[in-house]
């Protein structure tokens, strides 16, 4: 057997023993912006995706902007993506990617129900796109950070993006590359620290 699966069959036999606490969190933004790379990226199980070839059915709904990248895009998520990292011997994470289509915005509700937090992809190109996310998440009182990916777009300062989003002044924005497992493991971890910073009494000097 192959040394990387059995490294992976004896993980999931540990985490299967140890693990007590799965954490949801869900990944959202709009079309394109990179969640199921994310997903794909920093999972240590092979992820779970639903991918279907985009088709002519498609044309006049799924907005395939005139940006690089979008017009080459041949397939699409229609429910969601799953991944799983482990953060110790008693807490992992559970990665749901959300659909960015307007089309398929109905699950979101549901993806949102039990997750303790969330990831905002954006792409500064198309920074609209990333505003009914940010309107779902507030609605429910999700807590949330928003991440930038990197897509050569625009070169807005933070408080330009800030701005542009109507960010409240607590919630982080990152930069990242969501085709790096590195930099996706620092969007989690940021998004961690946040709601650890929310949930967890901080001690206060005497």
Known sequence: MDSAISERSAARREL????????KIVVVGGFGVGKTTLVRSVSEIRPLNTEETMTQAGQGIDDLADLEGLRAKTSTTVAFDFGRITLDEHNVLYLFGAPGQERFWFLWDRLFS???GAVVLV????????WYAIDRLEHHGTPFIVARNDFGGPAHTADQLREALDLDPGVPLIDCDARSRESSKDVLITLVQHLKSLYVPQETAP
């Open 123 to 130: 792409d500064t190109r198309r920074l609209a796109d990333s």
């Open 114 to 116: 039990g997750t303790l």
């Open 16 to 23: 299967t023993a140890t693990a007590d606490n799965g954490l």
